[in-house]
């Protein structure tokens, strides 16, 4: 009778988790906003990256998994000279890379773990965001990821590999803001 009653209990339990729900991420409503550094001085361009795919489960707003395919072809910023050289073999060689993806691993507590593959080399990568619910159905998630370009073999001008750069020494870490919208 004991186990009759843990087993009732136990699919009571399953049947008030809400249902995994798979979302498609919309690029047209999502915004990924990248900033470097210079290693000196306050120097720190802006530029935009686009979304080209991804899709994530989620129970409600417990995103389960994620997978989110940047386009490395997309990178811009105001001076077309630096996106050129961003999108080249000295940064993210986009030509021969043109896609980064971000598979999460693990969402607990506003903290997102993963493993970002960008430049051919997969790392784990973790940061803070936060998932809201979308007027009309879906979900926003939304904060800043900090990664160190080196541990993708991305070297150009960093004071880990090159000295006495002066004032073309740029930081190692860069912040990719996202607003990402899941419908």
Do not use: C
Request: aromatic share 10%; no cysteine; proline share 4%.
């Amino acid at each position: 009778m004991k186990i009759l009653s843990l087993l009732s209990l136990l699919l009571a339990l399953l049947a008030a988790q809400p249902a995994a729900t798979t979302y498609r991420l919309d690029p047209a409503a999502s915004t990924l906003t990248w900033t470097g550094h210079a290693e000196v001085g306050s120097w720190a361009p802006q530029g935009i990256i686009r979304l080209r795919e991804g899709q994530l489960v989620a129970d409600g707003q417990t995103v389960r998994r994620a997978r989110v395919v940047f386009d490395m072809t997309s990178i811009a910023h105001d001076q077309a000279q630096l996106a050129e050289h961003l999108r080249g073999p000295d940064f993210f060689d986009a030509t021969k890379y043109p896609a980064a993806v971000f598979e999460l691993t693990d969402f607990k507590a506003g903290q997102a773990r993963g493993m970002l593959t960008l430049k051919g080399q997969t790392k784990p990568i973790a940061f803070p965001a936060t998932v809201t619910a979308v007027p009309g159905g879906g979900l926003r998630l939304s904060g800043t990821a900090t990664i160190d370009r080196t541990l993708f073999g991305i070297n150009f001008n960093s004071t880990s590999f090159f000295q006495n750069l002066g004032s073309y020494a740029v930081r190692n870490d860069f912040q990719l803001t996202f607003d990402v919208v899941a419908r």
